[in-house]
């Protein structure tokens, strides 16, 4: 569960959270994601469905957006809905950032931890694992 507001992801089992981190979000601003290139963070209903070792960032897991909700919007509003959002590590080579990456939101829409939090969250969330992310 990714909560926008509070800038939080609480990894959740049994319905108890587990663990909690702080995030970074997209550069856009708290509103829901409309059209590829808006910087933004979607909300609703996801999964994870795929896991990528090697990206650009110390690891990768890529959610499903844009769920059907998302591409209905988007062609409402004649645009792409866009895609490849993940919840991530640091960018290659800038993990001594560490935790100071949360001062501002700086992703293109993505979720991002520091490299040690997605080694663990790696380790414990499968592919198939739900995501819900809310405002």
Do not use: F
């Amino acid at each position: 569960m990714i909560l926008k507001k509070d800038h939080v992801l609480e990894l959740l089992a049994g319905g108890k959270v587990i663990r909690s981190y702080k995030v970074a979000l997209g550069q856009g601003g708290l509103a829901t994601k409309q059209r590829e290139g808006d910087g933004r963070t979607p909300e609703g209903h996801y999964v994870i469905d795929a896991r990528y070792a090697e990206s650009h960032y110390h690891r990768a897991l890529h959610v499903s957006y844009p769920n059907a909700e998302d591409s209905r919007r988007a062609a409402k509003l004649g645009v792409s809905p866009g895609g490849a959002i993940m919840i991530h590590g640091l960018p290659n080579g800038k993990g001594w950032v560490g935790a100071a990456h949360r001062l501002y939101d700086w992703t293109l829409g993505c979720i991002a931890v520091t490299d040690e939090e997605i080694d663990e969250i790696w380790n414990l969330v499968p592919v198939g694992t739900p995501v819900e992310i809310r405002p």
